[in-house]
């Protein structure tokens, strides 16, 4: 009896004989045979591969004529429906490493998904070491259900022969889908599938490749490529979900990535996030709706108030190791730290991840360490290069602040030169070391006192007091307490001024008899808002009389039955109108009378001094009285006795005789 090796070459040199029974085309052959089965053997053979991956048509049917004349053979055209041939060659546990290992195609095993297709039933035989399987899948969407010849076929193509035709029948018709033993395994190794492993060369990953069973041989067992993993030292991250769908799925000839290690996390390193700019490289101006773009905004200064998060620090964090499929470790680097210093004013949270102000003003960031600085210093003028300034802290400038720009601070304002027609507020102290030229625009306001050596043509408002040293000409000034000019002029000539409780100067008004109005004995804030709420009384009243007057006509046309159904309810929302004005009208009535009586009850005051001289022209108002000079006056102060005032000496302001030994 010839053997396996014998079927193999004889096999193989038929079909290469120039009198071959086999005609090439391009994926399939045409083979003459005796019978289908023994095309199939020789298809096996030609496409190095076996009947379950192979399908067929018969072109010619045998015929055995009569005393052997007419007789003619079977022309079956059999074709691959794999994907990829056998290597029949493979031997059982071959274990190789191959330096291209990286070109490896491998199958990935994924399920298709359903698509609506009509899927025709399929007869396959499983052999097992516990036996032979068969198996006959149901049609989907609508396909064909498996025949009973499609069942011998497929048994045929196994060259299994021993079975019982009723109980395939019925596996037919249930179609189950599920694998019924129908014979028993004989075992025959050449036949059987085969096994490789490939291992990548950092031992990350395993690919198995099963070769399909020919004839009577079983699939391997999932068991067997455990076993294989194991004798070739693949121990971690081995995949039993991707060896089972090598058999399930048939991916017979690939490579599949059965086995994959981890691999090392590296550790992230520390990272600081600023909450505040320290880059103004990309600064950008903005331009309002109208287009225009105001060059002056700049936002130069990082102001922050205190408890404010000025930083927060993302630690590093260590590396997590990996490990080969041969559970060798694989080190991770830890991430590494950076710097995260808190300075001056500026405090480390408990967990040591966040920086936080302890005081309001200018975040910094030098050297690596964040502080807060309380004094926001500039060393020129305030002009295009520095822009408008807003700080919570205090702002010195050693230059000047010029006309159109804005400066304005939490703490003190510190001017070692001139303020222009621009707007400075502080919300406590205003300090001007020259002078103030307002040129009648621009406002400069302070929260408790402001100093400069002359203010002209200007707006101020102080808190409490303006302390001016040479003299205050054509401005308009407010006070919540004094105004002081004693300096080496002391003049006060011009414009308005108005205090809380003193007017103190060497000189007021002038020969030329120039118009300066001068009030003391109230606050002018009160003043302001007392105003505001008699114009707004005044608007109030003109559009009720308005009102009253339109209801008026209204009426009268009512009365005489000419009245439209429009102007009807014009008439209803003019009276609901003219409730609304009444009721406003007496709340601003109100808010009078409590002002009024609250200023006049004030126990201060007032008083309005002049050292050497009070010019006429100068028009005085202490609390409700008011005075205009017309005679020169010297070494006076002007005091409210009874609602009118009197002139009495000259009375020296608090803290002038420390001034003049000064």
């Given at each position: ?77 059999i074709w691959r429906v794999g994907s990829i041939s056998q290597t029949s060659n493979s031997m059982m ?117 099963v070769t399909a069973p020919i004839l009577t041989g079983r699939l391997l067992e999932a068991d067997e ?162 822009g408008n300034i807003i700080f919570l802290g205090t702002v010195v400038i050693k230059g000047s602040i ?261």
């Amino acid at each position: 009896m010839a053997s396996i090796s014998d079927l193999k070459n004889q096999l193989s040199s038929k079909v290469t004989n120039e009198n071959t029974n086999v005609e090439q085309m391009d994926n399939s052959a045409e083979f003459i045979a005796d019978s289908i089965d023994q095309a199939m053997d020789d298809a096996c053979i030609h496409f190095r591969t076996s009947r379950i991956n192979l399908d067929y048509e018969v072109v010619q049917k045998a015929r055995n004529g009569i005393l052997g004349i007419g007789k003619r053979p079977f022309k079956v055209i059999i074709w691959r429906v794999g994907s990829i041939s056998q290597t029949s060659n493979s031997m059982m546990f071959d274990t190789k490493i191959d330096s291209g290992f990286a070109n490896l195609d491998t199958a990935s095993g994924e399920t298709i998904e359903d698509d609506g297709s009509p899927v025709n039933g399929v007869a396959k035989v499983i052999i097992r070491k516990s036996g032979v399987f068969l198996k006959v899948t149901p049609p989907k969407n609508n396909g064909k259900p498996a025949s009973l010849d499609d069942v011998q076929l497929a048994l045929a193509s196994r060259n299994i022969k021993n079975y019982r035709v009723n109980e395939i029948k019925n596996i037919t018709k249930d179609s189950t889908g599920e694998e019924v033993r129908i014979a028993d395994w004989h075992p025959n190794p050449d036949y059987d599938s085969k096994a490789s492993l490939e291992i990548s060369p950092d031992q990350m990953k395993a690919y198995l490749t099963v070769t399909a069973p020919i004839l009577t041989g079983r699939l391997l067992e999932a068991d067997e490529i455990l076993d294989l993993l194991k004798v070739e030292g693949v121990v971690y991250g081995i995949m039993d979900d991707k060896i089972q769908s090598v058999f399930e799925k048939e991916l017979f000839n690939v490579p599949v990535l059965v086995a994959e290690g981890k691999s090392p996390q590296q550790g992230t390193n520390a990272k600081n996030e600023f909450k505040f700019s320290i880059d103004h490289s990309d600064f950008k101006f903005e331009e309002d709706e109208s287009g225009k773009v105001d060059y002056k905004t700049l936002d130069l200064v990082q102001n922050v108030v205190a408890g404010q998060v000025l930083a927060v620090k993302t630690p590093a964090t260590l590396g997590i190791p990996g490990r080969t499929i041969t559970n060798n470790r694989i080190d991770a680097k830890n991430g590494e730290d950076v710097s995260f210093e808190a300075g001056k004013n500026t405090i480390l949270s408990e967990n040591g991840l966040e920086i936080i102000a302890q005081i309001a003003g200018r975040a910094v960031l030098l050297a690596g360490v964040i502080s807060v600085d309380p004094i926001y210093e500039i060393k020129g003028d305030v002009d295009l290069n520095t822009g408008n300034i807003i700080f919570l802290g205090t702002v010195v400038i050693k230059g000047s602040i010029l006309d159109g720009f804005s400066v304005k601070a939490a703490g003190n304002i510190e001017v070692r030169g001139n303020i222009g027609k621009a707007e400075v507020e502080s919300d406590n102290e205003i300090i001007v070391g020259q002078g103030i030229l307002g040129k009648n625009a621009g406002l400069i306001k302070a929260g408790t006192n402001l100093y400069a050596k002359f203010i002209e043509n200007a707006n101020i408002s102080a808190g409490n007091d303006v302390i001016v040293k040479e003299e205050v000409l054509h401005s308009f000034v407010d006070a919540g307490n004094r105004v002081i000019c004693h300096g080496k002029k002391g003049w006060v000539v011009g414009g308005r001024v108005r205090a809380g409780f003193e007017i103190s100067a060497k000189s007021l008004g002038s020969t030329a008899y120039s118009d300066t109005y001068l009030e003391a004995g109230i606050d002018p804030k009160y003043k302001e808002k007392l105003l505001r709420l008699e114009e707004e009384r005044e608007m109030n009243e003109t559009q009720l009389n308005k009102i009253i007057s339109n209801i008026a006509t209204l009426q009268r046309a009512k009365e005489a039955g000419n009245l439209s159904e429009e102007k009807e309810i014009m008439l209803t929302r003019m009276e609901r109108a003219k409730k609304e004005f009444e009721l406003q009208y007496s709340e601003i009535q109100e808010d009078i009378a409590e002002l009024q009586h609250y200023l006049d009850n004030l126990d201060n005051k007032g008083k309005i001094s002049g050292k050497l001289n009070v010019f006429p022209g100068v028009d005085l108002t202490i609390k409700n009285a008011n005075f205009v000079v017309k005679n020169d006056f010297k070494g006076v102060t002007f005091v409210n006795e009874n609602n009118f005032i009197k002139p009495v000496p000259y009375q020296p302001f608090k803290g002038e005789e420390e001034q003049n030994r000064r």
